[in-house]
């Protein structure tokens, strides 16, 4: 393959299909170049001094580290200058940022996780950054929470970075989903995985198993049957992996297939993951690769969100996998 990369990707976007305008490219330039700055930083990690906790907690109430906030530091950064947003949401912080007032405002929204998986950081286990990109509503001039409220199938754009012994940006702009590694001697981001396609089948699942007290009846019978194995009705033996770091167990599954889950539970009745920064753009690249993303009943890209911080059941995956775990829960209701 030759040397392709992220602008030229880019570029041809806009050439062949109208996808990715001028400001979108630069929007997504731009949140590469933090990318590249926090990889930076985490590959340094305690030679840096920014492992380890902030001393804060997010909106959440999760301890935040370190690295989460320099990851959200840095994206701002890069991007609020650029002309091209009317502002962003991100994970780490609690309302939308509205762009200052001396600096001039565009047409698009950026939504991201700048750290998923954070708590894997101080044992050196892959992280990444989730990136979503939303036009925002005619007429929402100093963008406020109600214009980020967007069903996923309106994004523009959507990638993520996992930061693992490559960096690795899989990006969408609605044509297909394609893999770019930083080549961190030219600094530039190299397509390096022509569009990506899921297997529609799978014999290997990712869910936290330690919850399996809290799960519904639909995602009890998916995992028994697949821990049945060969005696059981589905007739194969299933393997099981779990990072617990989205990035890393979603970039397995668009590598060779899988199916994912963080489903909704006795304990997360609205589901874990949060629907804006990581089940949305995570479904909208899934889908783009030939896979699927459900919340349980419902196609995850359709689901209008009602807050900025909604969380949100994920099953996504190789596309026959999810859609057995959906026909379950049709005929459980
Ligand atoms: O959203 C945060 C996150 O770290 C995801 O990246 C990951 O899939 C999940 O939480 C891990 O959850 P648990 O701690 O339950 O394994």
Known sequence: MSRVTLTQYLV??????????????????????ACKGIASAINKGALAGVLGGAGTDNVQGEAQKKLDVISNDMIVAATEWGGYLAGMASEEMDNALPIPAHLPKGEYLLVYDPLDGSSNIDV???????????????GVSAADEKAYLQPGKQQIAAGFVVYGPATIMVLTVGNGATAFTLDRDAGDWIQTTEKI????????????????RNWTAPIKRYIDECLAGTK???GKDFNMRWVASMVADVFRIISRGGIFMYPADAKYAEGRLR???EANPMSFIVEQAGGAAINGPQR???????????RQGVILGSKNEVALVGKYYAEMK
Request: hydrophobic share 35%; with cysteine.
């Open 124 to 138: 050196n286990v892959s992280v990444g950054t989730i990136f979503s990109v939303l036009r925002c509503p005619q």
């Open 12 to 33: 041809e976007q806009q050439r062949a299909k109208g996808l990715a305008p001028a400001d979108v490219r630069q929007l997504i330039e731009d949140v590469g170049r």
């Open 275 to 277: 629907l804006l920064y």
């Open 232 to 234: 059981g009705p589905r």
């Open 300 to 310: 995850i890209l359709d689901v209008q969100p009602g807050k900025l911080h909604q």
């Open 197 to 212: 396609e899921i297997p529609a089948d799978t014999k290997e699942f990712a869910i936290n198993t330690s919850n399996s």
